[in-house]
Protein backbone atom coordinates (compact mmCIF):
# COMPACT_ATOMS: atom_id res chain seq x y z
CA UNK A 1 0.00 0.00 0.00
CA UNK A 2 1.13 3.50 -0.61
CA UNK A 3 0.24 5.56 2.52
CA UNK A 4 -0.21 9.03 1.68
CA UNK A 5 -1.20 12.51 3.67
CA UNK A 6 -3.22 15.17 2.33
CA UNK A 7 -2.80 19.10 3.54
CA UNK A 8 -5.04 20.95 2.11
CA UNK A 9 -6.97 24.01 3.72
CA UNK A 10 -10.58 23.63 2.31
CA UNK A 11 -12.61 20.90 3.50
CA UNK A 12 -14.47 20.15 0.83
CA UNK A 13 -11.59 19.48 -1.38
CA UNK A 14 -9.85 17.67 1.40
CA UNK A 15 -12.63 15.31 1.64
CA UNK A 16 -12.92 14.96 -2.09
CA UNK A 17 -9.04 14.27 -2.39
CA UNK A 18 -9.08 11.61 0.10
CA UNK A 19 -12.54 9.58 -1.54
CA UNK A 20 -10.66 9.89 -4.67
CA UNK A 21 -7.65 7.91 -3.39
CA UNK A 22 -9.51 5.86 -1.28
CA UNK A 23 -11.15 4.29 -3.99
CA UNK A 24 -8.06 2.88 -4.90
CA UNK A 25 -7.08 -0.75 -4.17
CA UNK A 26 -3.10 0.57 -3.74
CA UNK A 27 -3.44 3.57 -2.03
CA UNK A 28 -4.43 4.44 1.46
CA UNK A 29 -4.69 8.11 2.89
CA UNK A 30 -3.30 7.94 6.61
CA UNK A 31 -3.81 11.53 7.88
CA UNK A 32 -5.13 14.56 6.81
CA UNK A 33 -4.93 18.53 7.28
CA UNK A 34 -5.66 21.86 6.99
CA UNK A 35 -2.67 23.91 7.34
CA UNK A 36 1.20 22.93 6.74
CA UNK A 37 1.61 22.96 10.57
CA UNK A 38 -0.21 20.17 11.24
CA UNK A 39 0.59 18.49 8.17
CA UNK A 40 4.31 18.54 9.07
CA UNK A 41 3.06 16.95 12.87
CA UNK A 42 1.20 14.46 10.93
CA UNK A 43 4.39 13.57 8.25
CA UNK A 44 6.75 13.44 11.24
CA UNK A 45 4.57 11.13 13.32
CA UNK A 46 3.60 8.59 10.55
CA UNK A 47 6.19 8.91 7.98
CA UNK A 48 3.78 8.44 4.88
CA UNK A 49 5.51 7.56 1.49
CA UNK A 50 3.64 10.26 -0.23
CA UNK A 51 2.39 14.29 0.90
CA UNK A 52 0.02 15.52 -1.54
CA UNK A 53 -0.21 18.99 -0.50
CA UNK A 54 -1.45 22.43 -1.31
CA UNK A 55 0.43 25.67 -1.62
CA UNK A 56 -1.72 28.55 -0.10
CA UNK A 57 -2.56 27.02 3.22
CA UNK A 58 -2.68 28.79 7.42
CA UNK A 59 0.38 28.93 9.02
CA UNK A 60 2.74 27.53 7.14
CA UNK A 61 2.36 27.26 3.15
CA UNK A 62 3.07 24.05 0.83
CA UNK A 63 6.24 25.30 -0.17
CA UNK A 64 7.69 25.56 3.35
CA UNK A 65 6.31 22.53 4.14
CA UNK A 66 8.05 20.90 1.38
CA UNK A 67 11.55 22.44 2.73
CA UNK A 68 10.49 21.41 6.11
CA UNK A 69 10.13 17.84 5.04
CA UNK A 70 13.67 17.43 3.44
CA UNK A 71 15.01 19.54 6.33
CA UNK A 72 14.02 17.14 9.21
CA UNK A 73 15.06 13.92 6.81
CA UNK A 74 12.16 12.66 6.14
CA UNK A 75 11.60 10.24 2.62
CA UNK A 76 7.95 11.12 2.44
CA UNK A 77 7.76 11.92 -1.47
CA UNK A 78 6.12 15.20 -2.53
CA UNK A 79 3.11 16.32 -4.55
CA UNK A 80 2.05 19.95 -4.76
CA UNK A 81 -1.37 19.90 -5.93
CA UNK A 82 -2.19 24.23 -6.65
CA UNK A 83 -4.31 26.10 -8.43
CA UNK A 84 -1.56 28.13 -9.97
CA UNK A 85 0.00 27.63 -13.23
CA UNK A 86 2.60 29.47 -12.50
CA UNK A 87 6.21 28.43 -13.85
CA UNK A 88 7.44 30.67 -10.97
CA UNK A 89 5.66 28.36 -8.35
CA UNK A 90 6.75 25.27 -10.28
CA UNK A 91 10.50 26.00 -9.97
CA UNK A 92 10.43 26.93 -6.32
CA UNK A 93 8.64 23.57 -5.49
CA UNK A 94 11.10 21.67 -7.75
CA UNK A 95 13.59 23.59 -5.56
CA UNK A 96 11.99 23.00 -2.57
CA UNK A 97 12.24 18.76 -3.15
CA UNK A 98 8.63 18.44 -4.51
CA UNK A 99 9.02 15.15 -6.96
CA UNK A 100 5.49 16.57 -8.86
CA UNK A 101 3.41 19.53 -9.20
CA UNK A 102 -0.20 19.09 -10.36
CA UNK A 103 -3.19 21.86 -11.34
CA UNK A 104 -6.41 21.18 -9.15
CA UNK A 105 -8.02 21.04 -12.87
CA UNK A 106 -5.90 18.10 -13.97
CA UNK A 107 -8.17 15.12 -14.95
CA UNK A 108 -9.09 12.68 -11.61
CA UNK A 109 -7.27 9.70 -12.90
CA UNK A 110 -4.08 11.93 -13.26
CA UNK A 111 -3.92 12.17 -9.16
CA UNK A 112 -3.81 8.24 -8.38
CA UNK A 113 -1.28 7.89 -11.48
CA UNK A 114 0.96 10.59 -10.30
CA UNK A 115 0.96 9.22 -6.23
CA UNK A 116 2.39 6.04 -7.99
CA UNK A 117 4.85 7.59 -10.43
CA UNK A 118 6.31 9.55 -7.55
CA UNK A 119 6.48 7.02 -4.77
CA UNK A 120 8.17 4.74 -7.57
CA UNK A 121 11.10 7.61 -7.69
CA UNK A 122 9.14 9.41 -10.90
CA UNK A 123 8.10 12.72 -11.11
CA UNK A 124 4.55 13.56 -12.47
CA UNK A 125 4.38 17.12 -13.44
CA UNK A 126 2.73 19.40 -16.14
CA UNK A 127 5.14 19.16 -19.62
CA UNK A 128 3.85 22.52 -20.26
CA UNK A 129 4.68 24.06 -16.98
CA UNK A 130 7.86 22.17 -16.71
CA UNK A 131 8.74 23.97 -20.20
CA UNK A 132 7.79 26.94 -18.89
CA UNK A 133 9.65 27.14 -15.60
CA UNK A 134 13.16 27.54 -16.84
CA UNK A 135 12.31 30.37 -19.60
CA UNK A 136 12.42 32.68 -16.93
CA UNK A 137 14.66 32.61 -13.87
CA UNK A 138 13.61 33.95 -10.69
CA UNK A 139 15.60 37.34 -9.95
CA UNK A 140 14.55 37.46 -6.31
CA UNK A 141 16.77 36.68 -3.34
CA UNK A 142 15.02 34.64 -0.67
CA UNK A 143 15.18 37.56 1.49
CA UNK A 144 14.11 40.67 -1.22
CA UNK A 145 11.17 37.88 -1.49
CA UNK A 146 10.35 37.78 2.39
CA UNK A 147 10.19 41.45 2.44
CA UNK A 148 8.56 42.05 -0.81
CA UNK A 149 5.91 39.77 0.37
CA UNK A 150 5.33 41.50 3.42
CA UNK A 151 5.09 44.82 1.55
CA UNK A 152 2.72 44.02 -0.58
CA UNK A 153 0.40 42.67 2.20
CA UNK A 154 0.58 45.92 3.52
CA UNK A 155 2.89 46.31 6.13
CA UNK A 156 4.81 49.88 6.50
CA UNK A 157 9.22 49.41 5.93
CA UNK A 158 8.97 49.82 10.27
CA UNK A 159 6.95 46.91 9.91
CA UNK A 160 9.00 44.87 8.24
CA UNK A 161 12.16 46.00 9.69
CA UNK A 162 10.34 44.99 13.34
CA UNK A 163 9.52 41.61 12.25
CA UNK A 164 12.36 40.72 10.87
CA UNK A 165 15.17 42.37 13.11
CA UNK A 166 16.29 44.68 10.29
CA UNK A 167 16.62 48.43 10.29
CA UNK A 168 14.50 50.60 8.26
CA UNK A 169 16.80 51.46 5.80
CA UNK A 170 18.13 48.35 5.02
CA UNK A 171 14.43 46.69 4.44
CA UNK A 172 14.20 49.78 2.00
CA UNK A 173 17.52 48.93 0.32
CA UNK A 174 15.28 45.05 -0.12
CA UNK A 175 12.81 46.46 -1.48
CA UNK A 176 14.83 48.98 -3.76
CA UNK A 177 16.51 45.84 -5.03
CA UNK A 178 13.34 44.00 -5.91
CA UNK A 179 11.33 47.19 -7.23
CA UNK A 180 14.46 47.32 -9.48
CA UNK A 181 14.84 43.72 -10.89
CA UNK A 182 11.14 44.01 -11.52
CA UNK A 183 11.20 47.35 -13.70
CA UNK A 184 8.52 47.90 -11.26
CA UNK A 185 7.37 51.50 -10.47
CA UNK A 186 6.87 51.05 -6.85
CA UNK A 187 6.56 48.15 -3.93
CA UNK A 188 3.07 47.29 -4.88
CA UNK A 189 3.33 47.09 -8.45
CA UNK A 190 6.74 44.95 -7.70
CA UNK A 191 4.68 42.64 -5.26
CA UNK A 192 1.81 42.27 -7.87
CA UNK A 193 4.21 41.29 -10.63
CA UNK A 194 6.00 38.98 -8.93
CA UNK A 195 2.81 36.96 -7.70
CA UNK A 196 1.83 36.63 -11.01
CA UNK A 197 5.14 35.44 -11.81
CA UNK A 198 4.63 33.24 -8.93
CA UNK A 199 7.61 34.34 -7.04
CA UNK A 200 6.19 35.27 -3.99
Not at 56 to 67: D, F, Q, R, T
Not at 95 to 117: F, H, I, M, T
Not at 131 to 137: G, I, T, V
Request: hydrophobic share 45%.
Amino acid sequence: MIRVVIAEDQAMVLGALAALLEIEEDIEVIGRAADGETALALCMEKKPDVLLTDIEMPKMSGLELAVAIRRNGLASRIIILTTFARAGYLRRALEAGASGYLLKDSPAEQLSNAVRRVHQGGRAIDPQLAADAWSEPDPLTDRERQVLRMAGDGQTSADIAGTLRLSEGTVRNYLSEAINKLGAANRVEAARIAREKGWL
